[in-house]
């Protein structure tokens, strides 16, 4: 599976972007995906996942209620919906994709290039 994220960019304090993640092949509904994100001299973190059926999602605590994490297996894409962003949300954003519903990196099979998101207070 190769991944493909997109959609970051430049946005002030309480703005929204919607990040996308296309995905090859055509077994994506297999696969569990995940959003992961890694600020500057920060180790990589885990944002929200979702099954392969898209009917289970978890999030982290600290985007809960602002980020929304979702697919279209029609598509072969995972969004991840981001709104009220702060300061704090700044970082490069990952997408990947698991055999296995999980919130652990190291599960994590493939991972998309990293799209920047810059929150601006």
């Known amino acids: 599976v190769q991944l493909q994220a997109s959609g970051g960019g430049l946005v002030q304090a309480g703005g929204s972007l919607r990040l996308s993640c296309a995905a090859s092949?055509?077994?994506?509904?297999?696969?569990?995906m995940g959003w992961f994100r890694q600020a500057p001299g920060k180790e990589r973190e885990f944002v929200a996942a979702i099954s392969g059926s898209g009917g289970t999602t978890y999030y982290e605590d600290c985007v809960k209620g602002r980020f929304t994490i979702s697919r279209d297996n029609s598509k072969n894409t995972v969004y991840l919906q981001m709104n009220s962003l702060k300061p704090e949300d700044t970082a490069v954003y990952y997408c990947?994709?698991?055999?296995?519903?999980?919130?652990?990196?190291?599960?994590?099979?493939?991972w998309g290039q990293g799209t920047l998101v810059t929150v601006s207070s």
């Open positions: 990947a994709a698991a055999d296995q519903f999980t919130i652990t990196a190291s599960l994590y099979d493939y």
């Open positions: 092949g055509r077994t994506f509904r297999r696969y569990a």
